[in-house]
């Protein structure tokens, strides 16, 4: 990380004291930074600290004839490998996820073409507001990445999550969103997790009981090997990957139209558990039940093959990767679904005991050199040894 920096824009609020101990960290690993200290910052640190710790000019100014002539705004936007927002005000948020520039900070983070991380720090009302939620899914959808906010007691004496993540915390962050060093560095990875739902009316739908986790620890995974990663993710309860640009889908088509918009891709793991079927007619209102007791006949129709539709398309990825959870027969049904399906790997896992919602897994990798058996092992680890995988065998394709 030695000779990385990033711009530091400080926003107002009782957690902009931790930037002070955020700067110093980043200086022990040879990061060096710049800073923005917004105007309402000011109020909670002030620039002859943030000064003497960066050990550069703090700029706050957006009309400085003197800033601009020495690095002007645009310059200041780029001049770094990242932006670091510490504390994320909602103020901050919602001016970026809006497109707003009214000040130094808000226009430095429209006009840069660098990653952005924020570190939100508010009131639990506040972080839970619509208003907020809203936000920071614009954001997200836009490839800004977040660490934290974490649960805890508030300076206003209210509890929950909203308290800034600690500088250890945000350094972790900033190293994974530098890691463009990784083995996957350059490769642009597409993940889909979590379960799809086919509605049959306004309150009832198909759905499945997978929880998202071992797509989610793929994805993270693929991205802290510095792959550029996005997530096709249907409904959980999941906190996003650090370090991946999240989209939240609900049916099979959404989600394949999602797939299909984010390539061209280099890896595709296809981990989510799609709906094999649909009712043909969503009602439009509640299915109520009759007096007669009779059951409605809901026909139900095939939904697109996803995994077997990307592994046939114009722009296939070079490594198709797909997933089979199975009750019975497990490698040998996943040997046929490489087959049928056209893909190049299948982890196939056996989903009778509590895997799906569970967080360990036991997988089978099978590909055309036959089944690699792995030990169980947390979700978590079963990412990283895939990405270590993949690596490998993109590497050795090169």
Known sequence: MRGK????????????????????????????????????????????????????????????????????????????????VAPATADLMAKMA???????????????????????????????????????????????????????????????????????????????????????????????????????????????????????????????????????????????????KLQRVTTAREMLAACEAALPADVLVMAAAVADWRPDIAANSKIKKSTDRVVPLIKLVENPDILASLAQHAQRPRLVIGFAAETDDVVENAIAKRRRKGADWIIANDVSGDVMGGDKNRIHLISEAGSEDWPEMTKTDVGARLAARIAEKLKGAA
């Open 5 to 84: 920096s990033i711009l530091l824009i400080v926003g107002g609020g009782i957690a902009a004291y931790k930037s002070l101990e955020l700067v110093r960290r980043l200086a022990e690993r040879g990061i060096n930074s710049r800073a923005i200290l917004t105007k309402a910052g000011a109020e909670f640190v002030t620039p002859l600290s943030l000064s003497a710790l960066t050990g550069e000019k703090i700029y706050h100014d957006l009309f400085s004839l003197t800033d601009e002539a020495e690095m002007g705004h645009i310059q200041l936007s780029r001049s770094a490998d990242l932006v670091v």
């Open 98 to 244: 809006g497109g707003l520039a009214n000040d130094l900070a808000s226009t430095a983070l429209l006009a840069t073409d660098k990653p952005v991380l924020m570190a939100p720090a508010m009131n639990v009302r506040m972080w839970q507001s619509p208003s907020v939620t809203r936000n920071r899914a614009i954001l997200e959808n836009d490839g800004v990445l977040f660490v934290g906010p974490n649960d805890g007691e508030m300076a206003c004496g209210e509890f929950g999550p909203g308290r800034m993540a600690e500088p250890l915390e945000i350094v972790a962050a900033i190293e994974r969103a530098l890691a463009i060093e990784g083995p996957l560095a350059g490769v642009k990875a597409l993940v889909t997790a979590g379960p799809t739902r086919e509605p049959v009316d306004p309150v009832r739908f198909l759905a499945n009981h997978s929880s998202g986790k071992q797509g989610y620890a793929i994805a993270e995974a693929l991205a802290r090997a510095g792959a550029q990663t996005t997530l096709i993710s249907g409904p959980v309860s999941l906190a996003p990957p650090q370090g991946v």
